[in-house]
């Protein structure tokens, strides 16, 4: 069912309901009186695992890109021990085309506090850090106002209505970035946090065992906990009445619960829109965004930060939803921040834009990303430049797949995105990429041995 | 690292064939040991895994997504696939693109090349497929004197960084910028010279293509070795095993076995790479007499030189009788030609006048453990570093004196161990450390007992290990109830508060290893600083358990050796009493001959007597006496009155300027024999060059004399010589024989052939019955509250050097470090207007010197540092006469000085 009102933005002026310029920071004083903090009354009445049971049927997933069931990754800790257990809030924030968690911590910071508490409540952590973006200055500040709200009135600290965790006091704390796409990804995050160089982790061990510090430990972004008073407060069944079942069937995952929609690009109302998962992009555009701009006609789009790949002119009707990635042949649905490009763009200088941003995000660790993204952008460059040849174009599929059809052969994801969006747009937007080349002569890959 | 055997938990299947997997395993671990080889580039067996360069990628059943063998633990049941056609095609592109970045000639495959270009030729790539990157080469940095670094064969792989961290413990490399423009840097500085490198060459053994390399092996590129050999280092007591490569009768490279139970692959500045001595032009190749005429040193044939010795021997006994021979052997030679020196000396010159330079160090030491333990020499192994839960150091400075165990500390440390420091400097390891108690230099007994006391007020000993193990309890409980805290920290400048923490961090976490060196041993108070600190030993219960003990650090590489070898005045081989009657009814066999047994003098008492005319003739080998003795003036005159000098050494030094006659000795790289490390392990040594010109092994040129003299021992080969010292010391040595130190020696006591040797002595009891609990005040050093010399003087090494330098300061170390320096703290410096770079003139009760001054916050005001690797220096002249009363060790850790600048006019007060 399409959203009817609104759930996340329950207090944050949205269209169709509300009119952005009528947002504020809620305060502590709004939020309780429009019921905020009794999600968490009711959780405090709850056993930790009954509380991850109800997440778990709600078929939450991750709102940070990867869409991982939140329910089940929280049942990967390990029992409590007595000792420290973290939960790192992931407001990184960092991929272009998302600020989907921005306007939700500028305007309703509580929700995202109430959901920390919550979390950690199922999972017995008793120390939350927020890892906001460096860039978020006024954010990081809005939370730290957010937060002395929220101790002066016993939500965290000493005597708080939290009890003690693991013989602790629940603590929350902000901790800022410093300007590194990477320190998004949950272990370069947690290393971040620990004071070092932002580099991913080698998996396992995974976080949930052995996260900050040693210590077991949750991530999850902002939106992900943001979802959780709705669900804790009016059922998994409530949740579950937006969105969809998988179009795959049998025990493959649904779509489930209200989305931010952050969409950007060549429409005439970009921002955040909140709708049920599954919703089709062209509605999105039309609908709520009020169409392209200039009425000119659409090309392309990106579903959900510019590592998920392009969706193809003829995708415009694309369902925005988990399955987004198999149906429409693009790396996923990611964080939902659709980038929209009309029918003036050159994909050739949308992709090396996009490989230049992962060119120099790329921490450096893992050869293949290191090393080709560094090349796949100096052959977008000479094809840009027109001093490419078809081959050329070959190459570059071959090493995007090499690195990007069977994901995972990095360290972590980063490298997956650079090769899905060039994947992509060279299958989907191939005679984009050949009338700027010149027919090969001479073959190129010469120097791998017969 | 699985060098145990571990379970077996488990099977699983590799490329089609059952596997058996232990605890622990990855899939590359487990692959590995079945035989099957999956390529890797950042991964090394004693490293953690990286994980960067994705080469050794691998298929698993069940899983979309290829993973890292190198990280991937392997479960049972797995089923993995290293060998597909998509992974071959994804490792020749991973490889195709580190090429990209790469000038075309910069690597080509080839199957005996670096481990890189066999990568290379593996996975048949001979260049990159994406094109080179247009860029120009960059210049090679070769600033260090040892280390090369090419930026243009640097692949990112950072082995080398995680070599230096989790090897040496350096911290040296980071990884700058970010994406494709990640470069390998060393800190701050853009030279490599300028880092914080301490050279042990553990990147060099890691890095896969030579971007990071020694220079001497890129000079002697074309020299392939001719002769390499398996021998030990001949530098400090940690006793390194060595891999030498040489060629055309040259060292061209020194590598550690990766398998040496001693240092497990790695080496230090010195022993890799400070080997240049052995071929200075100034090698002393000729036997040397003094020609009575011309007062020359003249070259003679051996034949000569060695009748020459042995008719002057013979005759200066007979005209001054034994007591007036004495000789001092070197703790730099073999077992084998201190044990026969001493034999020489007590058989053929009937004297037991016998020394060893462990004299002026450890001698204490020795005393110390003797008297309250029962053996003379550590209860702890190296092992014990790595098993240690706390660890106490104490009056050594490891990471420059004995850098391999200084490595090993930092990473026990970095693993978790607890660390304390006692000494007056902030030495490196301090930095590491949970407590660092900075005392007065020459204050460990009071410091000690006041710890003692905490602990024994608080409960904090091991009660039935004192009860069971010990003696003297109740007189030390008696005794350090009379102490006062205030008075403790009043004395050695440590807070009250900081002696209670110390007292608790040791106390309560269960048994505790103390490395101790010869900052608690060469003092007036020496034998009773190693005392005190073994009451703690024993009060924590740790003296003869695992990863706990006592474990002194050896100077030089054979000190323990040459106490062991009965070169001492009062003890035969093996530390036998002169005067039991079957001990020496056992040497009397062997030797034919009983020995002497009136005890003889001391080596700084042999000094003394030479000085007042009472002793004539001296053999020494291998020690500069007019440098490294305390007293140097005075050292001189002696030497000036003997009758008869004789020094065996490498080189023309100091001493040999008052000589009669020089016997060109051969280095440690040129003989065969035995080294005996602080552990007690009797180490092969070996030849891997023969000595320049005539120079011959010191215990064949022993051998020749004492035949001349009429002794003719009939040796063949060390190995006789070994197999004697088995015979006259059984208990300790007994099972001890050269066909048995392959590869890694015998820990004594080792007393039948079939005896494994000890790694932990006084394991089941003290062997001196129960372990001694002393009670021993302080007394103040001469040196302490001199009017007028308001500084505490500490002398010791700088990592880069060694000794006086003989051998160091014939090597490019001496670009590294040119000079020796005092070190100031900045107070004090103020307090007598010594700026940065200024020369300051030192003054002590006994001399002065000169120096260049370095101010530090390393120090604390009141006291100063000072090295002795270089004769300008003069360090030893500014040391005092007097010794511990004990051990006759001379006190070269606490002297009083005053300093002012060079040249000024004002006293410093
Ligand atoms: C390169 C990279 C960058 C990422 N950046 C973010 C980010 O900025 N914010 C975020 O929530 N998740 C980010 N993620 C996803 C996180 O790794 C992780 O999956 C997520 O925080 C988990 O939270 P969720 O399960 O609640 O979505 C990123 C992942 C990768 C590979
Ligand atoms: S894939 Fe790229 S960003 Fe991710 S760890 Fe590897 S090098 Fe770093
Ligand atoms: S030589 Fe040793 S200290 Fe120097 S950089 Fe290499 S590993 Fe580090
Ligand atoms: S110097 Fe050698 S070991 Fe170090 S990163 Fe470069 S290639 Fe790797
Ligand atoms: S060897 Fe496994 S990633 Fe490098």
Not at chain 2, 85 to 99: A, C, I, K, N
Request: proline fraction near 6%; hydrophobic fraction near 35%; glycine fraction near 10%.
């Amino acid at each position: 069912m399409a959203l009817d009102k609104p759930i996340i933005t329950k207090r944050i002026p949205t269209p169709p309901f509300g009119d952005p310029a009528d947002r504020k920071r809620t305060t502590f004083a709004q939020y309780k009186r429009t019921g905020g903090y009794k999600a968490l009354e009711q959780a405090l009445g709850m056993a930790p695992a009954d509380i991850t049971n109800v997440v778990k049927d709600s078929e939450l997933r991750g709102r940070g890109g990867a869409g991982f069931s939140c329910g089940l990754k929280w049942t990967f800790l390990p029992q409590p021990d007595g000792d420290r257990r973290y939960l790192a809030v992931n407001a990184d924030e960092s991929e272009p085309g998302t600020f989907k968690d921005r306007i939700l911590i500028d305007f309703d910071p509580h929700l995202l506090l109430e959901g920390i508490a919550i979390a950690c409540r199922a999972t017995q952590c008793d120390t939350a850090y927020i890892y906001i973006r460096g860039e978020y200055h006024k954010q990081a500040k809005t939370l730290l106002v957010a937060l002395e709200e929220a101790y002066a009135n016993q939500i965290f600290g000493e005597g708080s209505i939290n009890g003690e965790v693991n013989g602790r006091p629940l603590n929350c704390y902000v901790h800022r970035g410093a300007g590194a796409y990477i320190c998004g990804e949950e272990t370069g995050l947690l290393e971040s946090l620990e004071g070092k160089r932002g580099w991913p982790r080698i998996k396992p061990p995974f976080p949930a065992v052995k996260g900050l510090f040693g210590r077991p430990t949750v991530i999850n972004n902002v939106e992900t906990l943001m979802c959780l008073p709705f669900i804790i407060s009016k059922g998994a069944d409530a949740f579950k009445a937006f969105g969809k079942a998988s179009h795959f069937g049998g025990n493959a995952p649904g779509s489930y619960g209200p989305k931010l929609f952050g969409v950007s690009g060549h429409v005439k109302r970009p921002g955040v829109y909140e709708e049920e998962l599954g919703i089709k992009m062209s509605t999105l555009i039309n609908d709520y965004c009020g169409g392209i701009k200039g009425n000119r006609k659409f090309k392309a789009a990106i579903p959900g930060g510019v590592s998920m790949g392009f969706l193809s002119t003829d995708q415009f009707d694309a369902e925005l939803d988990f399955d987004i990635g198999r149906r429409y042949g693009v790396l996923g649905l990611g964080t939902a921040g659709v980038i929209v490009m009309d029918e003036s763009t050159d994909i050739v200088t949308a992709t090396r834009n996009i490989v230049r941003f992962f060119s120099h995000e790329s921490c450096g660790q893992c050869t293949p990303c290191r090393e080709g993204s560094g090349w796949l952008y100096q052959m977008l460059c000479r094809i840009e430049r027109g001093d490419g040849r078809t081959k050329d174009i070959d190459l570059m599929d071959e090493i995007a797949r090499s690195m990007g059809a069977m994901p995972g052969t990095t360290i972590c994801g980063l490298a997956d995105g650079t090769n899905w969006a060039v994947k992509t747009a060279i299958e989907k937007f191939r005679g984009d990429f050949e009338a700027k080349c010149k027919p090969s002569v001479v073959q190129i890959g010469v120097n791998v041995g017969a | 690292m699985n060098r145990g055997v571990s379970e077996i938990i488990g099977g699983a299947t590799i490329d089609g064939r059952e596997v058996h997997l232990h605890e622990g395993d990855t899939i590359l671990t487990a692959a590995r040991r079945a035989g099957i080889h999956i390529p890797t580039l950042c991964y090394s067996d004693d490293l953690k895994p990286e994980g960067g360069c994705r080469m050794c990628l691998v298929e698993i059943d069940g899983k979309r997504r290829p993973s890292g063998a190198c990280h991937t633990p392997i479960t049972p049941g797995m089923v993995v696939h290293t060998d597909t056609q998509r992974l071959t095609d994804l490792r020749r592109g991973v490889l195709s693109l580190s090429l990209s970045k790469h000038v075309d000639e910069q690597f080509r495959p080839d199957a005996g090349g670096s481990e890189f270009e066999r990568l290379m030729h593996e996975l048949n790539v001979t260049g990159s497929m994406h094109g080179n990157a247009a860029r120009d080469g960059e210049a090679i940095d070769d600033s260090h004197p040892y280390l090369r670094f090419d930026r243009d064969a640097c692949i990112t792989c950072r082995r080398c960084l995680n070599a230096c961290e989790q090897i040496q413990g350096q911290f040296v490399y980071g990884i700058e910028g970010r994406g494709a423009k990640s470069r390998l840097i060393f800190g701050p500085g853009e030279r490599f010279a300028d880092s914080a490198c301490v050279a042990c060459g553990a990147c060099v053994e890691h890095c896969p293509t030579g971007a990071i390399s020694d220079r001497d092996r890129v000079a002697s590129a074309a020299a392939e070795p001719d002769r390499v050999t398996d021998s030990v280092c001949g530098y400090c007591g940690v006793g390194c095993r060595l891999r030498i490569e040489a060629h055309d009768n040259k060292v061209v490279r020194i590598s550690a076995p990766d398998d040496a139970a001693v240092n497990h692959g790695h080496l230090c500045v010195k022993g890799r790479y400070a080997h240049a001595y052995h071929h200075s032009p100034d090698r002393l190749t000729r036997p040397l007499l003094r020609d009575e005429v011309s007062g020359e040193l003249k070259p003679v044939s051996w034949d000569e030189a060695i009748a020459w010795a042995a008719t002057r021997l013979a005759e200066i006994r007979d005209a001054y009788g034994p007591a007036c021979v004495g000789c001092i052997t070197s703790s730099r030679s073999t077992n084998e030609a201190g044990y026969l020196l001493q034999k020489l000396f007590r058989t053929a010159l009937g004297s037991n006048n016998v020394d060893c330079c462990a004299r002026i160090c450890h001698s204490s030491t020795a005393l110390a453990l003797q008297t309250v333990t029962g053996t003379g020499a550590a209860s702890a192994s190296l092992v014990d570093i790595e098993r240690a839960s706390t660890i106490v150091v104490a009056g050594a400075n490891p990471t420059e004196a004995h850098p391999v165990v200084g490595a090993r500390i930092k990473e026990a440390v970095l693993r978790g161990a607890k660390l304390v420091v006692v000494d007056p400097r902030r030495i490196e390891l301090a930095e590491f450390a949970d407590l660092h108690l900075a005392l007065r230099p020459g204050t460990n007994v009071p410091l000690f007992n006041a710890i003692a006391r905490a602990m024994v007020d608080r409960g904090w000993i091991d009660e039935q290990y004192v009860t069971e193990r010990c003696e003297g309890y109740d007189e030390f409980v008696s005794f350090t109830d009379g102490l006062d805290y205030d008075e403790a920290a009043e004395i050695t400048g440590v807070s009250v508060k900081l002696i209670k923490a110390a007292a608790e961090l040791i106390g309560r976490s269960g048994p505790a290893l103390f490395v101790h060196g010869l900052g608690l041993s060469e003092l007036t108070q020496g034998t009773a600083s190693i005392m005190t600190l073994c009451n703690i030993g024993m009060l924590t219960g740790s003296i003869g358990k695992p990863g706990a003990g006592m474990l002194p650090l050896r100077g030089q590489n054979n000190v323990q050796g040459h106490a062991d070898m009965g070169a001492m005045p009062n003890q035969l081989t093996g530390y036998q009493p002169l005067d039991d009657p079957a001990v020496r009814a056992r040497f009397t066999k062997e030797w034919g001959v009983a020995p002497p047994l009136e005890p003889g003098i001391a080596s700084t008492d042999m000094v003394k007597a030479a000085h007042r005319g009472e002793l004539k003739a001296m053999w020494v080998q291998g020690e500069d006496v007019a440098q490294s003795e305390p007293n140097q003036t005075h050292t001189i005159e002696a030497l000036r009155k003997l009758e008869l000098l004789i020094i065996q050494d490498l080189y023309a030094c100091e001493s040999t300027e008052y000589a009669h006659l020089v016997l060109p000795a051969a280095g440690a790289l040129e003989q065969e024999g035995t080294f005996t490390n602080g552990e007690r392990r009797i180490q092969h040594v070996r030849p891997a060059v023969d000595p320049p010109g005539e120079a011959r092994p010191d215990w064949r040129v022993v051998a020749d004399v004492a035949a001349a003299m009429g002794h003719d021992w009939g040796y063949t080969s060390p190995a006789d010589v070994m197999a004697e010292i088995a015979r006259v010391a059984p208990a300790k040595f007994g099972g001890v024989s050269y066909d048995r130190l392959t590869p890694d020696g015998l820990q004594w006591p080792c007393p039948t052939p079939d005896h494994p040797g000890t790694a932990t002595v006084h394991a089941d009891g003290f062997l001196r019955g129960k372990g001694l609990l002393v009670s021993i005040p302080f007394v103040p050093s001469p040196e302490h509250d001199q009017n007028g010399f308001p500084l505490l003087l500490i002398t010791g090494r700088v990592l880069q050097h060694y000794n006086v330098g003989t051998m160091t300061r014939r090597t490019p170390n001496r670009d590294l470090v040119d000079m020796d320096y005092l070190e100031l703290a900045a107070h004090d410096a103020a307090r007598f207007e010594i700026e940065p770079g200024d020369t300051a003139e030192i003054h002590s009760r006994w001399g002065r010197t000169e120096a260049p001054v370095r101010i530090t916050d390393r120090i604390v005001p009141g006291t100063a540092f000072l090295s002795f690797h270089f004769p300008e220096s003069h360090a030893n002249c500014l040391v005092g006469p007097q010794v511990d009363p004990q051990s006759r060790c001379p006190e070269y850790k606490v002297t009083a000085i005053r300093v002012r600048r060079a040249g000024s006019e004002s006293v410093g007060r």
